[in-house]
C-alpha cells in the first residue's frame, strides 16, 4: 500500500460518497475557465474593433451591450464558482471524516503489541494533522491540476491564434519552473518528514503531562517537564523555521522566473506591436493571456511541493492502515465450560527478556484462583495471555479444553471480565462508565452492580450522583473509588470469567472484606482469578499461586501453603505483623483520647 497505486487506491477508498461532488467540481472548473478565457477576447475586440476611428458603428453607439455581456459573463462566473467552492468545501470534509473514521476504527482492532511501540501523541498526530495535509493536498490541490490543466489549454489556444511565436518564448520559461521545483520537491519532503515526526514528539509529551499532572505536581516536577517540553519545542520550531526558509527561497526564485517571463513577453509584445505583427487589443489580450499562463505553471510546481508534504503524509498515515489487526472472527470453536489451563507457558515482551518461564496451573470452572507475587513476577502477563492480548510464544492456554487461540477473540472478550489496579474511566457520567460494558443495562441493574462494589452510598453523595462527570481518566473520585466502579462495570457484564488484577489495592482492608463478601454471594459459578499483594484477600481462594520471576515457586490453598513455610509463609507473617503493629497504634491513639 506504500506505492503509488495503494495511495490511489486509498483516495478513492476515503473519497467515498463525495465522487458526485467531485464532478460538480470538475464541470464547474471548466466551465468558470472558459468563462474567464472570454474576457480578454472582449477588451482585444473592443479595443480593436470597436474604440477605433473607423470601429463597428452600432456597438459604439451602443458600447453598454459590451459591458452588459462582461456582467453576464461574471454573474455565470460566480454562480460556478459558488458551485465550485461549496462543493469543495463539502468533498473536504466529508473525504476527511472517512480519512479519520478508517484510521480511529483500525487503530481500534490493531493488537496491543503495536500500541506498546507507538506513542499516543503520534497516532494522535496521524490521526489529525497527516489527515489534514491529505485532505488539503487532494481536495485543494489535485483540483488545482484540473484547474491548471483547463487554464493552460484554454490560454495557450488563445495564445496560438494570436501570435504564435510569442506563444512559444512563454512556453520556454516551463521547463525551468518545472525543474527547480522538482528540486525542491526532494528538499522540503526530507525536511517535513522530520518535522512532522519533531511534531508527534511534541503532541506526545503535552498528552502524557496534561494526563500525569497529578504526579507532575506531587513529584515536584513542573521544572523538569518545562525543561523537556522546550527542548522538543525548540527542535521542532527550528525544523518548521528551515522548512520555512526553503519555502520562502522557493518562492523567491520562481517569483524571479515569472518577473523574468512577464517582462519578456510584455517587451517582446510591444515590439510586435510596433512593427504590427500584433494589433494593440491582441497584444492586452496575449498578456493577460500569459500572466493566467504564468500563474497556472506556477502552481505547478507549488503543487509538486505540496505533494512532497502529503506524501510523508500519506506513508505515515500507512504506516497505521498497513499494520496487521487482530482477527476477532466469527468463525472457531465456542468453550462449553471455563475452567482455565495454563500448559507449559513462556512469554517475554521483547526478544530474550522472558517473563514467564514454562507456567503450568489449571483452574476448575467456578472455583477461585489467587495470584501472588511481587512486582515483574508475570502476574499481569497471565492476564492479558488469558484474555489474547498478546499472542502465545510457548505452550498452550485453554478455555474449557479449548486452545484459546481457536476460540474467537470477540467471544473472549466478552466472556473474560477483567479489572486492571489502574482502571481507566471514561470522560463522562458515572452512569455511562459502569454501563459501558451493557448499554442495555437498567438503572437498577447500574445500581445492583454498584452495591456489590461498595461504591452505591459514594456515588450517591455526589449533588448529581449517578450522572456526575467524572472528568479525564476518572480524576473526580479517588483511587478506591474509580477502582469500584470499574468493578461494578465489569460486573455488570456478567462475565462468566472474572479477572480481578490487584483491583482491591486502593480500598482500606474493611472495604476490602466487604467487596469480596458481596462478590462471593453474586458470582457463585464464575471462574474467577484473584490478582492481589493482600494475602488476606487471597487466603479464602481455592487454590493460590505464588509467582517469583516469571515461574511459579508454590501452589496450594492458605493453610497448605502456610504448612508449606516458603515465601507465602513468609510474606503472611510480614503482613500479619504488620496489621497487629498497625492495630496497636490504633489501640494507643484510642487510649490517648
Given at each position: 500500500?506504500?506505492?503509488?497505486?495503494?495511495?490511489?487506491?486509498?483516495?478513492?477508498?476515503?473519497?467515498?460518497?463525495?465522487?458526485?461532488?467531485?464532478?460538480?467540481?470538475?464541470?464547474?472548473?471548466?466551465?468558470?475557465?472558459?468563462?474567464?478565457?472570454?474576457?480578454?477576447r472582449i477588451f482585444g475586440f473592443t479595443i480593436d474593433r470597436v474604440l477605433v476611428e473607423d470601429g463597428i458603428p452600432y456597438l459604439k453607439e451602443?458600447?453598454?451591450?459590451?459591458?452588459?455581456?462582461?456582467?453576464?459573463?461574471?454573474?455565470?462566473?460566480?454562480?460556478?464558482?459558488?458551485?465550485?467552492?461549496?462543493?469543495?468545501?463539502?468533498?473536504?470534509?466529508?473525504?476527511?471524516?472517512?480519512?479519520?473514521?478508517?484510521?480511529?476504527?483500525?487503530?481500534q482492532r490493531l493488537p496491543m503489541k503495536w500500541h506498546d511501540g507507538v506513542q499516543t501523541g503520534d497516532i494522535i498526530q496521524r490521526c489529525t494533522a497527516d489527515v489534514e495535509?491529505?485532505?488539503?493536498?487532494?481536495?485543494?490541490?489535485?483540483?488545482?491540476?484540473?484547474?491548471?490543466?483547463?487554464?493552460?489549454?484554454?490560454?495557450?489556444?488563445?495564445?496560438?491564434?494570436?501570435?504564435?511565436?510569442l506563444t512559444v518564448v512563454a512556453l520556454a520559461f516551463t521547463p525551468v519552473v518545472v525543474l527547480y521545483s522538482g528540486i525542491f520537491y526532494h528538499l522540503i519532503a526530507k525536511n517535513y518528514t522530520a518535522a512532522d515526526e519533531a511534531e508527534g514528539d511534541l503532541s506526545t509529551v503535552v498528552q502524557e503531562n496534561a494526563t500525569g499532572v497529578r504526579v507532575v505536581r506531587a513529584f515536584g516536577r513542573e521544572r523538569f517537564e518545562i525543561d523537556q517540553f522546550d527542548e522538543k519545542n525548540e527542535i521542532f520550531a527550528r525544523l518548521w523555521i528551515r522548512l520555512g526558509?526553503?519555502?520562502g527561497l522557493y518562492w523567491a526564485v520562481g517569483d524571479l522566473i515569472t518577473g523574468l517571463q512577464v517582462l519578456v513577453i510584455v517587451t517582446l509584445g510591444a515590439i510586435e506591436a510596433v512593427h504590427g505583427s500584433i494589433t494593440a487589443g491582441e497584444f492586452i489580450a496575449f498578456a493577460s493571456y500569459n500572466t493566467t499562463l504564468v500563474w497556472p505553471v506556477r502552481s505547478l510546481g507549488r503543487i509538486l511541493s505540496e505533494m512532497s508534504k502529503t506524501g510523508?503524509?500519506?506513508?505515515?498515515?500507512?504506516?497505521?492502515?498497513?499494520?496487521?489487526?487482530?482477527?476477532?472472527?466469527?468463525?472457531?470453536?465456542?468453550?462449553?465450560?471455563?475452567?482455565?489451563?495454563?500448559?507449559?507457558?513462556?512469554?517475554?515482551?521483547?526478544?530474550?527478556?522472558?517473563?514467564?518461564?514454562?507456567?503450568?496451573?489449571?483452574?476448575?470452572?467456578?472455583?477461585?484462583?489467587?495470584?501472588?507475587?511481587?512486582?515483574?513476577?508475570?502476574?499481569?502477563?497471565?492476564?492479558?495471555?488469558?484474555?489474547?492480548?498478546?499472542?502465545?510464544?510457548?505452550?498452550?492456554?485453554?478455555?474449557?479444553?479449548?486452545?484459546?487461540?481457536?476460540?474467537?477473540?470477540?467471544?473472549?472478550?466478552?466472556?473474560?471480565?477483567?479489572?486492571l489496579q489502574e482502571p481507566f474511566l471514561f470522560s463522562r457520567t458515572i452512569r455511562d462508565n459502569i454501563a459501558a460494558a451493557n448499554p442495555d443495562a437498567t438503572m437498577n441493574e447500574i445500581r445492583e452492580a454498584a452495591r456489590i462494589a461498595c461504591v452505591d452510598d459514594a456515588i450517591m453523595a455526589f449533588p448529581d450522583g449517578y450522572d456526575t462527570i467524572v472528568g479525564e481518566r476518572?480524576?473526580?473520585?479517588?483511587?478506591?473509588?474509580?477502582?469500584?466502579?470499574?468493578?461494578?462495570?465489569?460486573?455488570?457484564?456478567?462475565?462468566?470469567?472474572?479477572?480481578?488484577?490487584?483491583?482491591?489495592?486502593?480500598?482500606?482492608?474493611?472495604?476490602?472484606?466487604?467487596?469480596?463478601?458481596?462478590?462471593?454471594?453474586?458470582?457463585?459459578?464464575?471462574?474467577?482469578?484473584?490478582?492481589?499483594?493482600?494475602?488476606?484477600?487471597?487466603?479464602?481462594?481455592?487454590?493460590?499461586l505464588v509467582l517469583n520471576h516469571g515461574v511459579i515457586e508454590e501452589c496450594g490453598t492458605h493453610q497448605q501453603l502456610i504448612r508449606h513455610g516458603g515465601i507465602y509463609q513468609k510474606i503472611y507473617e510480614i503482613q500479619l505483623n504488620q496489621d497487629d503493629r498497625r492495630l496497636l497504634s490504633e489501640g494507643g491513639d484510642s487510649d490517648a483520647e
Open positions: 500500500m506504500g506505492d503509488k497505486n495503494g495511495k490511489i487506491q486509498l483516495i478513492l477508498r476515503f473519497s467515498k460518497g463525495t465522487r458526485g461532488c467531485f464532478i460538480i467540481i470538475l464541470l464547474a472548473s471548466l466551465a468558470s475557465t472558459l468563462l474567464n478565457s472570454l474576457i480578454p451602443h458600447i453598454w451591450l459590451i459591458s452588459l455581456e462582461v456582467i453576464g459573463i461574471a454573474l455565470v462566473n460566480g454562480i460556478m464558482i459558488y458551485l465550485y467552492r461549496s462543493q469543495t468545501a463539502k468533498a473536504g470534509e466529508t473525504f476527511a471524516k472517512n480519512m479519520r473514521d478508517i484510521l480511529f476504527a483500525h487503530v495535509t491529505i485532505r488539503n493536498f487532494v481536495v485543494t490541490q489535485v483540483l488545482e491540476v484540473f484547474r491548471t490543466v483547463f487554464l493552460l489549454v484554454v490560454s495557450l489556444a488563445m495564445m496560438l491564434t494570436m501570435n504564435m511565436k526558509t526553503l519555502s510523508v503524509s500519506f506513508d505515515r498515515v500507512n504506516y497505521i492502515l498497513d499494520s496487521a489487526e487482530e482477527e476477532m472472527g466469527e468463525g472457531g470453536v465456542i468453550p462449553e465450560h471455563t475452567e482455565i489451563a495454563f500448559d507449559h507457558v513462556s512469554f517475554g515482551y521483547e526478544e530474550n527478556q522472558s517473563v514467564l518461564e514454562d507456567v503450568s496451573f489449571h483452574i476448575k470452572e467456578g472455583t477461585t484462583c489467587g495470584i501472588l507475587g511481587g512486582t515483574g513476577s508475570g502476574k499481569t502477563t497471565i492476564v492479558h495471555l488469558l484474555d489474547r492480548l498478546y499472542e502465545l510464544e510457548k505452550g498452550t492456554v485453554q478455555i474449557g479444553g479449548v486452545d484459546i487461540r481457536d476460540i474467537p477473540r470477540s467471544w473472549i472478550r466478552s466472556h473474560v471480565g477483567m479489572v476518572g480524576v473526580t473520585l479517588s483511587g478506591g473509588q474509580r477502582q469500584r466502579v470499574a468493578i461494578a462495570r465489569m460486573l455488570i457484564a456478567k462475565a462468566p470469567i472474572m479477572i480481578f488484577d490487584d483491583s482491591l489495592s486502593a480500598v482500606d482492608a474493611d472495604t476490602d472484606v466487604r467487596i469480596r463478601r458481596a462478590l462471593r454471594s453474586k458470582m457463585k459459578e464464575a471462574t474467577v482469578i484473584l490478582i492481589s499483594h493482600r494475602i488476606t484477600t487471597l487466603m479464602e481462594a481455592n487454590q493460590i
